[in-house]
């Protein structure tokens, strides 16, 4: 550990522990919002565990809290959590043979983003670790936290939690808007699922807006 966090220089440093307590406090509002909506506290502690996939988490408990079924939910996450293939195959020489299924598990947006900008595999390696750890360690204390605190609360819709769902998937979703062919197939789906949301059970809306992706297929 000491290892890893001398390769790198103070401000990634300072950058990275910007992100993790972000993320920390992201996951307070997910473990309130679990608990507040009627799930145990055991469900986002353990979720946090062994999924660690923010969006997917965020997903599954909206869409089940809903009405939706936990079928459609875990099929929604693993959609959203695609995007980790390719991620996976551009650090796969950053996790070497030895790291690759711990370093799955903690594979994240920000520590794939903060690796593949350094200039060299000893600081990719050093910025994907320390990231990694960093973020897994604030996340499931700040969703413990939160899950405790929720109980308390009850109604979490009053402090505006719930608006940190949706705004964990924009800002996933943000960067890839400003290709005009992606934004096309993203309004599409959107228009789908808003057509579908009043005649179909809660999740499977969110599952009809993957025909926006027929857009791409046309136009290529």
């Given amino acids: 550990m000491r290892t890893i966090y001398r390769t790198l220089d103070r401000?990634?440093?300072?950058?990275?522990?910007?992100?993790?307590?972000?993320?920390?406090?992201?996951?307070?509002?997910?473990?309130?919002?679990?608990?507040?909506?009627?799930?145990?506290?055991?469900?986002?502690v353990v979720l946090s565990l062994v999924v660690f996939a923010s969006a997917a988490q965020f997903l599954f408990v909206g869409v089940v809290a809903a009405g939706g079924s936990p079928f459609a939910?875990?099929?929604?996450?693993?959609?959203?959590?695609?995007?980790?293939?390719?991620f996976g195959m551009a650090v796969a020489d950053v996790l070497g043979r030895r790291?690759?299924?711990?370093?799955s598990h903690l594979m994240t947006d920000e520590n794939v983003a903060f690796?593949?900008?350094?200039?060299?595999?000893?600081?990719?390696?050093?910025?994907?670790?320390?990231?990694?750890?960093?973020?897994?360690?604030?996340?499931n204390v700040g969703v413990v936290a939160?899950?405790?605190?929720g109980t308390v609360i009850g109604d979490t819709d009053a402090f505006g939690l719930d608006a940190a769902f949706p705004a964990?998937?924009?800002?996933?979703?943000?960067?890839?808007?400003?290709?005009?062919?992606?934004?096309?197939?993203?309004?599409a789906g959107a228009a789908v699922a808003l057509v579908a949301t009043p005649f179909l059970p809660a999740g499977l809306p969110v599952l009809l807006a993957l025909t926006g992706l027929l857009v791409l297929v046309v136009r290529r």
Avoid at 20 to 40: E, H, K, N
Avoid at 146 to 149: I, L, S, T, V, Y
């Fill in 146 to 149: 939160g899950a405790f605190a």
């Fill in 168 to 187: 964990v998937l924009l800002a996933l979703v943000l960067p890839s808007l400003k290709d005009r062919e992606t934004r096309n197939a993203a309004l």
């Fill in 73 to 86: 939910a875990a099929v929604a996450g693993l959609l959203v959590n695609s995007r980790h293939l390719p």
């Fill in 11 to 44: 401000d990634l440093l300072r950058d990275v522990a910007l992100v993790a307590l972000a993320d920390g406090l992201v996951g307070v509002s997910y473990g309130a919002i679990s608990t507040g909506s009627g799930f145990g506290t055991w469900l986002p």
């Fill in 115 to 139: 690796a593949m900008a350094q200039d060299t595999a000893e600081r990719r390696r050093a910025a994907y670790w320390a990231c990694g750890i960093a973020i897994f360690v604030c996340w």
């Fill in 99 to 103: 790291g690759r299924v711990l370093g």
